[in-house]
């Protein structure tokens, strides 16, 4: 099974839709996070979770919201979606330390219409 | 700011040869953590390979390789003996933020082909 998961893998709804990702982990890590992949772009952090009562908004915070349900869950949330939130989103953990690697689930491709 | 530039988007490589993925970054701390990652065409996220600022050596993990060179801030990734299975992009991305705060920041990428 793996450390990370995401669900749904794939998701096709309309314009104005609210739209759950969600991100289980069993790696034990405290630490979570949001990005979005768009093509050209690289990732970019949306938010990310130091622990549970822990939330920080990143790079491109506006127009989604987040939830640290447990320190294994974490999900993300677009209230009202729109085209060009269409991306794939990756979650991702890390333990602490300066040098340790995020660990990525294996995405979410999301297209809103 | 920080910033890192990958300004290779496409590059071909022939099989059993080595390939190297340019990495340039920017950042006035003096403690920071470079990171390289291996998308395949499936779109998994894969970690490779990690590099420290005050390393004293090169990373080195398999056939993955760092020439780590400090002054001119450029961390560019070495696949020797390349296989068909290093088909994928290829994201080089730096630790920024204050101790306790630390993110991620990623370059855009470079697709890299290996051709049979």
């Known amino acids: 099974d793996a450390d990370v998961t995401q669900t749904p893998r794939n998701r096709i709804t309309k314009t104005g839709k609210r739209i759950m990702l969600e991100c289980s982990q069993t790696?034990?890590?405290?630490?979570m996070y949001w990005y979005r992949q768009d093509p050209g772009l690289g990732l970019r952090l949306i938010y990310y979770?130091?622990?549970?009562?822990?939330?920080n908004k990143g790079e491109i915070s506006d127009g989604y919201s987040v939830s640290r349900q447990a320190q294994a869950k974490f999900s993300l949330s677009l209230e009202s979606a729109i085209p060009n939130q269409t991306a794939l989103y990756f979650c991702?953990?890390?333990?602490?330390?300066?040098?340790?690697?995020?660990?990525f689930g294996d995405g979410t491709r999301l297209s809103i219409l | 700011a920080q910033k890192i530039t990958q300004t290779q988007p496409g590059m071909f490589v022939q099989e059993k040869e080595a390939v190297t993925l340019d990495c340039t970054y920017d950042?006035?701390?003096?403690?920071?953590?470079l990171f390289w990652y291996k998308q395949p065409s499936s779109g998994e996220m894969i970690f490779l390979i990690y590099?420290?600022?005050?390393?004293?050596q090169n990373a080195t993990e398999g056939r993955y390789s760092l020439n780590f060179q400090k002054a001119r801030k450029s961390a560019n990734l070495v696949i020797s003996a390349s296989q068909l299975g290093d088909s994928a992009m290829y994201f080089c991305?730096?630790?920024?933020?204050?101790?306790?705060?630390?993110?991620?920041?990623f370059g855009a990428g470079t697709t890299v082909t290996v051709r049979a």
């Open positions: 991702a953990t890390s333990d602490e330390g300066s040098n340790q690697p995020q660990h």
């Open positions: 590099q420290g600022s005050y390393d004293q």
């Open positions: 991305a730096m630790r920024v933020g204050k101790i306790n705060d630390y993110k991620l920041s």
């Open positions: 979770s130091f622990d549970v009562k822990d939330i």
């Open positions: 950042t006035s701390d003096p403690s920071y953590g």
């Open positions: 790696k034990g890590h405290d630490r």
